[in-house]
């Protein structure tokens, strides 16, 4: 089995978190909360701390400085790999990562619905096991405080199609939990709520790569094994 251990919207309070244990940590962006460098690089060393032998990372809407000045951001980032409409394989797994989502307000990685965003979701790989995208498709961990769906129909689509494995994102903080369809299990990882607080724990799965990647939630215990960690890291 492997584990994997999903965080996201994180917004500068990492600290605040107790990471259970796990072979892969995945965070599906929003690591600031207006995109400042010194935040990234606090962010960097908090990951640097965590014992997870392998750290995925994307941006969200809030990391401009990966938007706008990539080629200073993502260098900063060197205890994770960091992808941007791209892709990894570790532990034979294949994960790909996005940072866009519908556009939403005047915040980073904006894309129109339909054509334009699409042109994004295109690039996803079809035999991509875990897909790590900032914002929900529709229909799943996407409904809002105001009781929209905010999700990406385009994205949900492409979710059909291929069928990952899991599928992380966060972005719609109010929307965290897991839900499925017959070949995808989703979660939304947001580990801040609605009022930026960080009281969501991160959710872990174990991934089985002998049955064809069949993917289990673990409930029990998070929370001491977080403790665990934690106090080896004192
Ligand atoms: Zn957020």
């Not at 929003?30 to 997870?52: C, I, Q, R, Y």
């Not at 790999?81 to 519908?102: K, N």
């Not at 996407?142 to 929209?148: C, H």
Request: aromatic share 8%; hydrophobic share 35%; proline share 6%.
């Amino acid at each position: 089995m492997i584990t994997i251990v999903a965080i996201s919207d994180t917004h500068t309070q990492h600290q605040a978190l107790e990471v259970p244990e796990g072979d892969i940590l995945v965070h599906a962006g929003d690591l600031t909360n207006m995109g400042e460098l010194k935040d990234v690089a606090a962010f960097n060393a908090w990951l640097g701390s965590l014992p997870h032998p392998h750290k995925i990372v994307i941006a969200g809407n809030h990391d401009f400085c990966f938007e706008r000045s990539r080629e200073v951001s993502e260098p900063m980032l060197t205890n994770c790999t960091y992808l941007h409409d791209s892709a990894a394989t570790v532990m034979g797994i294949r994960f790909w990562g996005s940072p866009w989502q519908p556009w939403f307000y005047n915040w980073a990685f904006n894309l129109q619905r339909g054509e334009e965003i699409r042109r994004k979701w295109d690039l996803i790989p079809d035999d991509t096991d875990v897909l790590i995208t900032h914002g929900p498709p529709h229909g799943h961990g996407d409904q809002t405080d105001g009781g929209e769906l905010a999700g990406c129909k385009d994205l949900l689509e492409v979710v059909e199609r291929i069928r990952p494995r899991l599928h992380v994102f966060g972005h719609i903080h109010e929307g965290y939990g897991v839900s499925s369809n017959d070949h995808t299990t989703l979660v939304n990882a947001s580990n801040c709520d609605f009022h930026y607080r960080p009281v969501n724990p991160p959710v872990v799965f174990e991934y089985d790569p002998r049955r064809a990647g069949r993917v289990i939630r673990r409930r029990s215990s998070d929370q001491q094994m977080g403790r665990l960690t934690r106090e080896r890291q004192k």
